[in-house]
């Protein structure tokens, strides 16, 4: 049984069948299974008016491609919205998945696993009308620089990535202290038995037993492979450091 304070993932999409998806797997399909998270999705179309239940029209001025109309998306919001006699944008935000939004980070998922859930809008064709999210004052998320046929994907790789912190979804949750982008560094490299394999052997400190060894170890190798791969995340780790 769902409850009230139950995380829960609203989708806005023009193809809700492509929800759970990947989410019905593994730690997010267990968790989702026993209600420690819930998903609604809704279909845009069912707010498009007229018989042919239009969504999209050409983009003003010309161009390629059309655009999600802004009084449809707002129906469907306005709906999500009305349909809660609680729901707060400060502790339920909406957010639109774009190619042109910020850069999806930890740090968001961190913030978005203590709010009671998020209202994510899919984007599709060549976007969505400007208005809408100004109106609604809508801010727009990206999971990196490269394109996406639609916003489906990337809102359950952005749930997923969610979920797991929330507390009750991963057995072990200390493992999350230790992960990547904790104090805006990578993670360390991983080994596990044989101890050799084709004259590769798992690093002595990690055999050691010595756990001051093993934590000066895997820090060492954090901050090298960061320094080395990220240099944007090493910058931002060092100011922290300094602090």
């Known amino acids: 049984m769902i409850k009230n304070n139950t995380w829960t993932a609203n989708v806005v999409t023009l193809f809700p069948e492509m929800f759970p998806g990947s989410l019905s797997y593994s730690l997010t399909g267990k968790a989702l299974k026993n209600n420690l998270w819930n998903l609604k999705t809704y279909n845009l179309r069912k707010f498009a008016n007229g018989k042919r239940k239009t969504v999209d029209g050409p983009s003003a001025g010309g161009g390629a491609g059309q655009i999600l109309k802004a009084d449809v998306l707002d129906k469907a919001i306005s709906h999500i919205i009305e349909s809660s006699s609680s729901y707060d944008r400060n502790s339920w ?36 009308d400007e208005r809408f999210l ?73 055999l050691s037993g010595h756990h001051q060894k093993i934590k000066n170890w895997r820090l060492n190798k954090s901050e090298e492979i960061t320094k080395k791969r990220r240099p944007d995340l090493w910058e931002r780790h060092k100011s922290l450091r300094n602090h």
């Open 134 to 206: 100004k109106f609604h004052n809508i801010p727009e998320l990206s999971l990196g620089d490269f394109i996406l046929s639609g916003g489906e994907i990337a809102a359950q790789v952005l749930i997923d990535s969610v979920v797991r912190l929330i507390p009750g979804v991963i057995g072990n949750y200390k493992s999350l202290e230790e992960e990547s982008f904790v104090n805006y560094l990578l993670e360390y490299p991983q080994y596990t038995s044989p101890k050799e394999w084709k004259n590769l052997c798992i690093p002595e400190e990690l």
């Open 93 to 128: 935000p909406i957010v639109a998945l774009s190619p042109r939004g910020k850069v999806f980070s930890q740090t968001e998922a961190l913030h978005f696993s203590k709010c009671k859930g998020i209202t994510i809008v899919c984007g599709r064709y060549e976007g969505i």
